[in-house]
């Protein structure tokens, strides 16, 4: 967060880079925006500033309809933080505290609830339920205009318990009602569809990470070019289908979910799969102190990490060797064998990833057996909320798995800025052509995963 005389400066210069890095209230309308909105500069004191639009909703300010700030990227510092808030934000916005409750949140990251308040309200200036509102209404907002669903359906869906509990959340927010928001429209889309802009700060090289993706895809679970994504998803609540395109200003979603309870999880996992909360600008500014590496980053502008939207996947991704063709025969077998098939298939698409404890006891590698039967019996722990330095000392403990491996998975799985392949064939070419060592990547932490993206271009 901004000291107060800076970030009005950034106001007033209407700054969209730091749109979700912090949010702007105006004490004299009870509204809140985001700091690139075009409406008239307010006064230096009526203005208040927050860490998050959860914490301006609890002060008793409502979102602009201008700027709308409920549906800016998130912040690039819980995209990286590893902390106990950072991991905190990731579950909520993956929508558990609608799945199991504050009590579960906690539990999952092994604090007492006042605990975990204490550090929300610290840095986030909210708690997790007023987080986890904030979430609700922006899933309803997201239903009611993408969708035909009767009101009474989108709110429990969105997570809301009680229809109240949605109508006045709605007022409170927006300062609205659900029928107003959803206006004499009609979408008339198929059932279960969605379609959602989702995002980012430019620059963004999207057919980067369509072709990076696409040359992974495995046949039945994923489906990609370089000008598209599909792939299947596993979600709490059941299965779905995502698309992923390039828009003007956004990325185009289209989400086929067999519960609509999943939009959090499943625009959070989409999210993270093309790194969209992350800052370029911060990025490059350090990347480009090393001259040997500016053109490549110059010329390649809008590198993001490729994520992933499942760890355990990605997990025995990283164990198979994806990275080969071999690998991918093999899971593209694995697939076949023993994968969820889809009832309807859409397209190319015939079946979402193995459960992970069928693997356990099936005719798979040893490493990915002994993979899925740690995560079943719970030694290992593959979750948003598992600690990134946890994860690689209970992946590094199963006989069989590389540490390259691991690493693999902290960089896609667990978005770990700074994590370097030294021994990626890819990775060695890319120092060669530049002349650069092993050595030199020293120079380029704490962003080396994104420096990579510069050496294998």
């Given at each position: 967060?901004?000291?107060?005389?800076?970030?009005?400066?950034?106001?007033?210069?209407?700054?969209?880079?730091?749109?979700?890095?912090?949010?702007?209230?105006?004490?004299?309308?009870?509204?809140?925006?985001?700091?690139?909105?075009?409406?008239?500069?307010?006064?230096?004191?009526?203005?208040?500033?927050?860490?998050?639009?959860?914490?301006?909703?609890?002060?008793?300010?409502?979102?602009?309809?201008?700027?709308?700030?409920?549906?800016?990227?998130?912040?690039?510092?819980?995209?990286?933080?590893?902390?106990?808030?950072?991991?905190?934000?990731?579950?909520?916005?993956?929508?558990?505290?609608?799945?199991?409750?504050v009590t579960g949140l906690a539990a999952r990251l092994?604090?007492?609830?006042?605990?975990?308040?204490?550090?929300?309200?610290?840095?986030?200036?909210?708690?997790?339920?007023?987080?986890?509102?904030?979430?609700?209404?922006?899933?309803?907002?997201?239903?009611?205009?993408?969708?035909?669903?009767?009101?009474?359906?989108?709110?429990?869906?969105?997570?809301?318990?009680?229809?109240?509990?949605?109508?006045?959340?709605?007022?409170?927010?927006?300062?609205?009602?659900?029928?107003?928001?959803?206006?004499?429209?009609?979408?008339?889309?198929?059932?279960?569809?969605?379609?959602?802009?989702?995002t980012y700060r430019p620059p963004l090289d999207l057919?980067?990470?369509?072709?990076?993706?696409?040359?992974?895809?495995?046949?039945?679970?994923?489906?990609?070019?370089?000008?598209?994504?599909?792939?299947?998803?596993?979600?709490?609540?059941?299965?779905?289908?995502?698309?992923?395109?390039?828009?003007?200003?956004?990325?185009?979603?289209?989400?086929?979910?067999?519960?609509?309870?999943?939009?959090?999880?499943?625009?959070?996992?989409?999210?993270?799969?093309?790194?969209?909360?992350?800052?370029?600008?911060?990025?490059?500014?350090?990347?480009?102190?090393?001259?040997?590496?500016?053109?490549?980053?110059?010329?390649?502008?809008?590198?993001?990490?490729?994520?992933?939207?499942?760890?355990?996947?990605?997990?025995?991704?990283?164990?198979?060797?994806?990275?080969?063709?071999?690998?991918?025969?093999?899971?593209?077998?694995?697939?076949?064998?023993?994968?969820?098939?889809?009832?309807?298939?859409?397209?190319?698409?015939?079946?979402?990833?193995?459960?992970?404890?069928?693997?356990?006891?099936?005719?798979?590698?040893?490493?990915?057996?002994?993979?899925?039967?740690?995560?079943?019996?719970?030694?290992?722990?593959?979750?948003?909320?598992?600690?990134?330095?946890?994860?690689?000392?209970?992946?590094?403990?199963?006989?069989?798995?590389?540490?390259?491996?691991?690493?693999?998975?902290?960089?896609?799985?667990?978005?770990?800025?700074?994590?370097?392949?030294?021994?990626?064939?890819?990775?060695?070419?890319?120092?060669?052509?530049l002349g650069l060592t092993a050595e030199d990547a020293?120079?380029?932490?704490?962003?080396?995963?994104?420096?990579?993206?510069?050496?294998?271009?």
């Amino acid at each position: 967060m901004l000291a107060d005389e800076d970030a009005y400066s950034v106001l007033r210069s209407r700054d969209g880079r730091f749109d979700g890095r912090f949010f702007v209230a105006v004490v004299t309308t009870g509204i809140y925006c985001r700091p690139s909105c075009p409406a008239a500069l307010p006064k230096r004191e009526n203005v208040r500033f927050y860490p998050s639009s959860a914490a301006a909703l609890e002060a008793g300010f409502r979102a602009c309809k201008r700027c709308r700030p409920d549906t800016t990227p998130g912040s690039p510092a819980w995209n990286v933080r590893a902390d106990v808030v950072g991991r905190a934000m990731r579950l909520i916005a993956d929508g558990l505290v609608d799945r199991e409750g504050v009590t579960g949140l906690a539990a999952r990251l092994g604090y007492s609830e006042r605990q975990l308040r204490r550090q929300l309200i610290a840095d986030l200036g909210a708690g997790p339920q007023a987080l986890a509102r904030a979430q609700r209404a922006a899933n309803a907002r997201t239903l009611l205009e993408t969708t035909d669903l009767p009101a009474s359906e989108i709110a429990f869906a969105a997570g809301f318990s009680t229809i109240r509990q949605f109508n006045d959340t709605l007022r409170k927010v927006y300062g609205t009602t659900p029928t107003a928001m959803r206006g004499t429209r009609r979408t008339h889309r198929p059932p279960g569809t969605l379609h959602l802009n989702l995002t980012y700060r430019p620059p963004l090289d999207l057919t980067h990470l369509f072709t990076f993706l696409a040359a992974r895809a495995i046949p039945g679970l994923e489906d990609a070019t370089d000008t598209y994504y599909r792939r299947s998803l596993t979600l709490p609540h059941g299965l779905g289908i995502v698309t992923l395109r390039p828009a003007q200003a956004h990325v185009s979603c289209e989400l086929r979910l067999a519960d609509l309870k999943d939009l959090p999880a499943a625009v959070r996992r989409c999210r993270h799969l093309l790194d969209l909360d992350a800052d370029p600008r911060d990025i490059t500014d350090h990347l480009t102190r090393d001259p040997l590496l500016t053109p490549a980053v110059t010329a390649h502008s809008g590198r993001r990490v490729p994520g992933h939207v499942d760890p355990a996947e990605m997990a025995v991704r990283a164990i198979l060797n994806e990275e080969t063709p071999t690998g991918r025969a093999r899971l593209a077998h694995l697939i076949q064998r023993y994968g969820t098939p889809h009832q309807v298939h859409p397209g190319n698409l015939t079946h979402a990833f193995p459960r992970i404890e069928l693997l356990a006891d099936a005719d798979v590698p040893a490493p990915v057996a002994a993979l899925a039967r740690a995560l079943t019996a719970g030694t290992v722990h593959l979750g948003p909320e598992t600690d990134r330095d946890q994860v690689e000392r209970e992946l590094l403990a199963l006989p069989g798995i590389a540490a390259e491996a691991v690493a693999r998975v902290r960089m896609r799985a667990f978005g770990d800025p700074d994590v370097f392949l030294p021994t990626d064939p890819a990775v060695q070419e890319g120092l060669h052509r530049l002349g650069l060592t092993a050595e030199d990547a020293r120079r380029w932490r704490p962003w080396r995963s994104y420096a990579m993206q510069h050496l294998t271009a």
